[in-house]
C-alpha cells in the first residue's frame, strides 16, 4: 500500500459562490463535455433525474412562530453514535475526474465539517489512504464503505477486510444497479476513463470474472444477472464481517422489511441519482413508504437531489435519519478541491440552522410538525 500522503494545500474558491446551484453552475466551467456527462447525466430521458430535484422543491414548509429556540442544535443520533448533523457525503466513483487530489480531498473536508463520508468501491484512491486522512479529526462523521458485490466471493471478502482493517465502520451494500442504467447523454459525449484514473481498490480483480458471455443469448440475462446480488448474499456477507450492513437502494415497502429480516442495520432509500432506471419515483416520494414499513426498526437514510438546508429538514421531516449528498460534492471539488467541499457542506449545514430557526425547529425532532398537508387550511 502507498504510504499516506502529505496534507492537501487548500484551493481558491470561486467568487460569486454562495449556494450549491453556483457551485455547479461553476463547476461547469471547469470540468470538460466528457466528465460532466458522465457526473451529472442520468438516465436515458433523465425524468428521474430532474424529478430528485424537483420533488423537495415541491415540498412545502409551514413554521411556527415565536417558539423557544435558544439551545437548539442540528445533532442525530445514527448507529449508536452522535453526529454533529445528519450530512453525509454519498459513494461516488472516480472522484479523481473532478481535482488532482480526489477522494482524499473530500474525506479531509467532509472530516473538518463532521460530516460522514461513504467511500465508493470505484474509488480512484485507495480506501486506506482515504481512512488515513478522514479518521484522524476528532470530530468526524462515521466512515463507511460502500460495496458492490464482486463475482468472486473470495474478492468480495478480501476487500471487506481492507475496509475492516483500514477502520470503516459499516458497509454500505448498493443493491439497486446489478447493471448500469441506458445513460444516453454519457454515451452522446463518448466518456471514456482516462489514463490514470481507475477504480483502484478493484485492482487484482480477473478478468475472466467480468468478461462478456461466450454463450446464450443475452449478456444481461445470460452473463450479468448471474453476479447480481440477492437476498441470500446478504447473509452470506454479514457471515463474513463484523460490521454492520445498510442497505443502498431500496425503494418498495416490501423489500424493505425483507431487508430487515435479513439483518439490514439501516436502509438507504436511493434511486442511484437518477442513473440507472429512469422514470422511478423521485426519492422525496419514495422515502414515507419506506419509513412507514420500517417502523422505527431502523435507521432510513435517503439521497437523491438535496440541493438546499431546506431540503434536509423536510428530508428529516419525511422520517430520515439523515441524508447523503453526492453531486454538489463533485462540484465543489472541481471547483476548490477539500475547501470547496467544505464549502459545499457548510453551506447545507448553515442552511439547515436557519431553516430549523425560522420554522421554529430548536432540534430536528421537531421538523416532523412543519410541513404542509392537504389537511391544513390557511
Not at 37 to 48: C, S, V
Not at 204 to 224: C, I, K, M, N
Request: charged content about 15%; some cysteine.
Amino acid at each position: 500500500m502507498k504510504p499516506a500522503a502529505a496534507p492537501l494545500a487548500p484551493n481558491t474558491l470561486p467568487d460569486g459562490v454562495v449556494s450549491l446551484a453556483d457551485h455547479e453552475h461553476h463547476a461547469r466551467l471547469v470540468l470538460g463535455d466528457s466528465v460532466w456527462a458522465y457526473f451529472n447525466g442520468g438516465a436515458a430521458d433523465e425524468i428521474t433525474l430532474r424529478a430528485n430535484t424537483q420533488a423537495w422543491q415541491g415540498i412545502e414548509l409551514l413554521p411556527r412562530v415565536m417558539r423557544p429556540l435558544a439551545g437548539g442544535h442540528t445533532r442525530v443520533n445514527l448507529l449508536g453514535r452522535e453526529l454533529a448533523h445528519p450530512i453525509l457525503v454519498a459513494p461516488m466513483a472516480y472522484q479523481h475526474l473532478a481535482h488532482p487530489h480526489g477522494e482524499q480531498a473530500t474525506a479531509l473536508a467532509a472530516a473538518a465539517l463532521g460530516a460522514g463520508l461513504v467511500l465508493s468501491t470505484q474509488a480512484s484512491t485507495l480506501l486506506e489512504d482515504v481512512a488515513r486522512a478522514f479518521l484522524p479529526d476528532a470530530g468526524r462523521g462515521p466512515l463507511w464503505f460502500q460495496l458492490y458485490l464482486q463475482p468472486g466471493r473470495g474478492f468480495t471478502r478480501e476487500l471487506v477486510q481492507r475496509a475492516e482493517a483500514a477502520g470503516f465502520e459499516a458497509l454500505v451494500l448498493t443493491v439497486d444497479a446489478p447493471v448500469n442504467g441506458v445513460r444516453d447523454r454519457e454515451r452522446r459525449a463518448g466518456f471514456r476513463l482516462p489514463a490514470g484514473v481507475s477504480a483502484v481498490n478493484l485492482a487484482g480483480l480477473r478478468e475472466s470474472d467480468t468478461a462478456a458471455p461466450t454463450t446464450g443469448h443475452s449478456a444481461v440475462f445470460d452473463h450479468l444477472m448471474t453476479h447480481a446480488p440477492t437476498w441470500d448474499d446478504i447473509a452470506w456477507l454479514r457471515s463474513v464481517t463484523r460490521l454492520p450492513v445498510l442497505i443502498k437502494g431500496v425503494v418498495h415497502p416490501l423489500d424493505a422489511r425483507q431487508a430487515l429480516d435479513c439483518g439490514a442495520a439501516g436502509l438507504i432509500v436511493s434511486n442511484h441519482g437518477g442513473r440507472t432506471l429512469d422514470t422511478m419515483p423521485a426519492t422525496a416520494a419514495l422515502l414515507p413508504r419506506v419509513v412507514q414499513a420500517v417502523a422505527g426498526d431502523a435507521p432510513v437514510l435517503v439521497d437523491g437531489g438535496i440541493r438546499r438546508g431546506t431540503d434536509v429538514l423536510k428530508a428529516m421531516a419525511l422520517g430520515a435519519s439523515a441524508v447523503l449528498v453526492g453531486r454538489p460534492v463533485l462540484h465543489g471539488l472541481a471547483n476548490a478541491g477539500a475547501t470547496g467541499v467544505a464549502h459545499v457542506l457548510r453551506l447545507l449545514r448553515d442552511e439547515l440552522e436557519i431553516a430549523m430557526a425560522l420554522t421554529g425547529c430548536r432540534t430536528l425532532a421537531d421538523a416532523p410538525g412543519m410541513l404542509r398537508s392537504s389537511a391544513d387550511v390557511l
